[in-house]
């Protein structure tokens, strides 16, 4: 059973435009989702992250939109560029003594020149 | 300002052999997380630990698994008589305190690959 879900599998943007990755969860004690960003042999980079009490927060470029009754979340990424090309991840946790991230598969973002 | 330093970077082992990874989590962190990522897949939950405590083991395999986190020194996440299915990249992360908003991580390091021969 999985637990957080994202979609597209894949994303191909030209330069300019927006791209937008959709996450959905199971589990409504989640109450901390961050998404991370990650290039090829690197490890996560933590990106923005967002808490239930607000439906959207923004940050530069990024922007994730929170849907609670719906139980999804977005990040979007204005005006994409090649150096956004990475695997993104959406990551869910319950705010407490553990706090373990809970991802989904992750999602290859292409920016087209 | 040093992030999560893992070590070694790329670690090769053949089939029964163990192998041990080291994680110094960000300065000043006590708490630290070890995921696992297999080829193209999502990271999986391992082990949570704070300073000298196991806290949360429950993604780990009861076999062959085992980690640590001393008053002094690295996290290790030490593998015993590895086999071709360990061959993944494992992360440690680290936070100040447990749940996080933006600015409390939990951040990664680079990861350690490791290949089983």
């Known amino acids: 059973q999985q637990q957080v879900k994202q979609s597209p599998q894949s994303l191909i943007v030209q330069k300019g435009g927006i791209s937008i990755i959709n996450c959905a969860y199971e589990?409504?004690?989640?109450?901390?989702f961050p998404w991370y960003q990650q290039f090829p042999g690197k490890g996560p980079a933590l990106l923005i992250a967002?808490?239930?009490?607000?439906s959207e927060k923004k940050e530069g470029r990024f922007t994730i939109s929170f849907n609670k009754s719906a139980k999804q979340f977005s990040l979007h990424i204005m005006d994409s560029q090649p150096g956004d090309s990475a695997t993104y991840f959406c990551a869910a946790s319950i705010s407490g003594a553990n706090s373990k991230l809970t991802f989904g598969k992750g999602i290859t973002l292409s920016v087209r020149p | 300002n040093a992030g999560v330093m893992q070590n070694p970077r790329h670690l090769v082992r053949r089939r029964g052999q163990e192998a041990r990874l080291r994680c110094s989590p960000v300065?000043?962190?006590?708490?630290v997380y070890w995921y696992r990522q297999l080829p193209e897949e999502g990271l999986k939950f391992m082990v949570y630990?704070?300073?000298?405590?196991?806290?949360?083991e429950s993604g780990m395999p009861k076999e062959r698994f085992s980690a640590e986190f001393p008053k002094e020194g690295p996290s290790i996440l030490r593998i015993q008589q590895v086999v071709r299915g360990d061959s993944a990249a494992y992360f440690c992360?680290?936070?100040?305190?447990?749940?996080?908003?933006?600015?409390?991580?939990?951040?990664f390091g680079p990861g350690t690959r490791l290949t089983v021969l």
């Open positions: 630990l704070q300073k000298e405590n196991i806290i949360d």
């Open positions: 300065k000043g962190h006590s708490h």
């Open positions: 967002i808490r239930p009490d607000v």
């Open positions: 589990n409504t004690a989640f109450d901390y």
């Open positions: 992360a680290s936070s100040p305190r447990p749940g996080g908003l933006k600015g409390e991580g939990p951040y």
